[in-house]
């Protein structure tokens, strides 16, 4: 964490999802220090995957895993709650995990949801059905995602913007994380084509503006190719310590698909990534 202020505004309650694994570790020790750094109430929580036919055959299995993995939350529980941090854990049991983290996020009001992105499957991205993808397309809170090795600062944002409604959120949210962190801002808008670069350099154009208004130091770039490729190509050469994206881009759908701007720049990106919901 880069400075002691508190980078997101009204961030009284954080969740964040574990499984136990070291790939979501990351998320874990972020969402720890984000609560400190803003004097959040954390909620740390783990879902067991489980279903009927299963605990009906392997009844003790599961309430030894769940056993083990509350104690285990309960450890980091009272560890952190040492160090002035609010927390309580949750566990549970499900068929579809990430249902019970968005209706957790939705019942204790949090205002973002922390996560990894390997969870258990061992993938080295996120794909259509896994959990953190299908965190991002419900939940109705942000979603910050944390890969393994990334620790989050705020010196370098990136924000990815199409001209929707969804990434000017995003860029609000970016704006108002740089202003309280002293940020560098890199507003890129991708031009697939020639036809499309006039209202690529409009949407960019907006947003500096909007960023001067606001005294950030920022700058614009326009580049063509395919979108997810160029916002994760740029943020990596330029050393972005977070990236901000809007969750839908022009589909406005109620779900993430794959092949969404969003989802990919989260597969592929080795910096953290804030999809902004609202």
């Known amino acids: 964490m880069n400075g002691q202020a508190c980078p997101i505004e009204k961030v009284d309650r954080l969740l964040v999802a574990t499984d136990g694994t070291d790939s979501s570790e990351g998320a874990l020790r972020e969402a720890i220090n984000l609560a400190k750094v803003c004097s959040s109430k954390l909620i740390i929580m783990s879902v ?20 083990k993995m509350l104690a285990k939350l309960e450890s980091i529980r009272r560890k952190v709650s040492q160090e002035g941090v609010d927390c309580k854990v949750i566990t549970c049991r499900g068929e579809d995990p990430y249902l019970d983290i968005v ?10 949801v922390i996560m990894g992105t390997r969870g258990r499957t061992g993938i080295k991205r996120v794909i259509m059905g896994s959990v953190a993808g299908k ?6 809170c942000n979603v910050l995602i944390v890969h393994p090795e990334a620790k989050i600062g705020y010196k370098k944002i990136v924000i990815a913007t199409d001209g929707s409604r969804h990434s000017e959120d995003a860029a609000s949210e970016a704006i108002a994380i740089a202003k309280r962190c002293e940020s560098f801002i890199s507003v890129v808008s991708v031009a697939a084509s020639d036809a499309e670069t006039v209202s690529a350099k409009e949407n960019v154009r907006q947003i500096v503006e909007l960023a001067k208004q606001n005294g950030i130091k920022i700058e614009g770039i326009i580049i063509q190719g395919l979108p997810y490729e160029a916002i994760v190509r740029h943020a990596k050469q330029n050393g972005a310590d977070l990236i901000v994206v809007g ?23 080795e910096c953290a990534v804030l999809v902004v919901k609202i």
């Open 135 to 140: 965190v991002i397309g419900h939940a109705s």
């Open 247 to 269: 969750s839908h881009g022009r589909t406005g759908l109620m779900s993430i698909l794959v092949g969404t701007v969003a989802e990919r720049v989260v597969c592929h990106a």
């Open 48 to 67: 067991i995957v489980s279903n009927r036919e299963y605990e009906s055959a392997f009844v003790w299995q599961m309430e030894n895993n769940e056993r």
């Open 103 to 112: 209706n957790q996020a939705e019942k204790n009001q949090v205002r973002m």
